[in-house]
């Protein structure tokens, strides 16, 4: 009897952990300023990815490098651009580097820190993309895939249950 009633408690109480207690690490996109989810990308700390958009007036690719740190941190490791002006650095700071190679500028070792981002998706020239690496292959998929153009979303790696995973739109899973 007493068995029983310890399987009867332990597997519901077993399914809650593992539906709610979160276990598995993720850059989550969530709309605006709310806890929705709204996609996610399963990523764990050492991970690099990059966000690339179409600059609106200069009309050219801009790469943002980052990667995750082991306390779920986003550090924005460079930046890549093609043309100096509005939104783009015009400065180097101490410890920053700045090279020109292959027709385009590098500006390195930023060590810019986030606990979280907000990007908004283009609405004028609507471009922007997610690039990362997945078992050595690299991977890459359009905003407009996931999101409507001008929304914008808070990014930042979580945690998640896997009740989120399993109700969640993960990305990639709808790219080409």
Do not use: C
């Not at 989550?28 to 179409?54: S, W």
């Amino acid at each position: 009897m007493k068995f029983k009633t310890i399987i009867f408690v332990s597997i519901p109480l077993l399914l809650i952990t593992l539906l709610f207690i979160p276990f598995k690490s993720a850059l989550v996109f969530y709309k605006e300023n709310t806890d929705e989810l709204a996609a996610y990308l399963p990523i764990d700390a050492g991970d690099q990815f990059d966000i690339i958009f179409t600059h609106s007036i200069h009309l050219t690719d801009v790469v943002e490098k980052y990667h995750v740190t082991e306390n779920l941190t986003i550090i924005q490791d460079e930046i890549i651009f093609e043309s100096f002006g509005i939104g783009m650095p015009s400065t180097v700071e101490e410890g920053q580097t700045f090279e020109y190679k292959d027709g385009r500028y590098h500006l390195g070792n930023l060590n810019n820190v986030f606990e979280s981002m907000k990007i908004r998706n283009g609405k004028t020239v609507s471009k922007h993309r997610l690039r990362w690496k997945n078992h050595m292959e690299e991977k890459m998929v359009w905003f407009n895939d996931y999101f409507e153009p001008g929304a914008w979303y808070t990014v930042k790696v979580d945690k998640l249950p896997l009740w989120s995973y399993l109700k969640g739109v993960k990305i990639d899973e709808r790219s080409k």
